[in-house]
């Protein structure tokens, strides 16, 4: 999430269901390697695969050496076309993750 919305909303839902998931299973949570750099229209508001793809492209950022050759588990709220989730496993991966897996909350259908 990226800060102007943080500020705005004042919680990230996603980091709050991956502590909880975190103290369920003794994963190790880490929410700062991810990073949203550039603000972008919430993915609701897109109508389209395409849409959703062209308005997340280049917003998120890695540059966490702590994820290099480990299996990275993110979480997500809702998807809807997973473009967001695509976006974050591409980066994770670029950044030396081992493999990325998504677990997403609620699946719009």
Request: charged share 30%.
């Amino acid at each position: 999430m990226h800060q102007k919305r943080l500020r705005e909303r004042g919680y990230n839902q996603s980091n709050l269901l991956a502590r909880e998931l975190g103290k369920l299973t003794d994963l190790t949570v880490v929410e700062d390697c991810l990073i949203r750099q550039r603000h972008t229209p919430p993915q609701a508001r897109t109508s389209t695969v395409d849409e959703r793809r062209s308005n997340i492209a280049d917003a998120f950022v890695c540059r966490d050496q702590r994820l290099r050759d480990k299996q990275i588990l993110l979480i997500d709220d809702v998807a809807t076309s997973g473009a967001t989730l695509d976006a974050c496993a591409a980066v994770l991966k670029a950044c030396g993750a081992a493999s990325v897996w998504g677990l997403v909350m609620a699946k719009e259908i």
